[in-house]
T-cell receptor, first 116, second 112 residues
Framework: DAGVTQSPTHLIKTRGQQVTLRCSPK?????VSWYQQALGQGPQFIFQ???????QRGNFPDRFSGHQFPNYSSELNVNALLLGDSALYLC???????????????FGDGTRLSIL | GENVEQHPSTLSVQEGDSAVIKCTYS??????FPWYKQELGKRPQLIID?????GEKKDQRIAVTLNKTAKHFSLHITETQPEDSAVYFC???????????FGTGTRLQVTL
């Protein structure tokens, strides 16, 4: 049973560049959430995708955008990178249906993004 | 929006002692409270969770208690072992298929 997989594991970019991070959810899951975890802090919610639509969004600027594909995998795009975007980006998958609403979110290993 | 506070930020205990981490939340509609353990450079891993219709849940050396009236929940680890050393995060969720709001984390160190 494949868990949540993310790629790449590490990425180094410079200010102003754009980046795309990828996530494949756990087998059987249909909902993907993205979180940003700065060093020494808890994960902060960026947004959540279900049925290829953004369903909920946290307090992140429009530079952060995403996409979900028909196979439930997802991408996180960040434009005009800032030094403050350096963080671990975590993807979590879950099931959307109400009857599964309080089931755990499963996290991937994350992508560590460094901005120079 | 939901706000989750977590204390203490660091906790050092001797092997065999108990550890307690406390969290408070602000949204009375929150109904799901997971705890995650994150080792250095690794993914957050769920260690225990509790739903709002339950006051306490136990899994071997780990237990979680929930007080809905006071809006706080706690993680209890008994007979701590060196492999329990990690950062622990509490979180809260409101509604269906929605976001987790995390606490700021507790770095637990278990010394020999």
């Amino acid at each position: 049973d494949a868990g949540v997989t993310q790629s790449p594991t590490h990425l180094i970019k410079t200010r102003g560049q754009q980046v795309t991070l990828r996530c494949s959810p756990k087998s059987g899951h249909d909902t993907v959430s993205w979180y940003q975890q700065a060093l020494g802090q808890g994960p902060q919610f960026i947004f959540q995708y279900y049925e290829e639509e953004e369903r909920q969004r946290g307090n992140f600027p429009d530079r952060f955008s995403g996409h979900q594909f028909p196979n439930y995998s997802s991408e996180l795009n960040v434009n005009a990178l800032l030094l403050g975007d350096s963080a671990l980006y975590l993807c979590a998958s879950s099931l959307w249906a109400v009857k599964y609403s309080n089931q755990p979110q499963h996290f991937g290993d994350g992508t560590r993004l460094s901005i120079l | 929006g939901e706000n989750v506070e977590q204390h203490p930020s660091t906790l050092s205990v001797q092997e065999g002692d108990s550890a307690v981490i406390k969290c408070t939340y602000s949204d009375s509609a929150s109904n799901y409270f997971p705890w995650y353990k994150q080792e250095l450079g690794k993914r957050p891993q769920l260690i225990i969770d509790i739903r709002s219709n339950v006051g306490e849940k136990k899994d071997q050396r780990i237990a979680v208690t929930l007080n809905k009236t006071a809006k706080h929940f706690s993680l209890h680890i008994t007979e701590t072992q060196p492999e329990d050393s990690a950062v622990y995060f509490c979180a809260a969720k409101t509604g269906t298929a929605s976001k987790l709001t995390f606490g700021t984390g507790t770095r637990l160190q278990v010394t020999l």
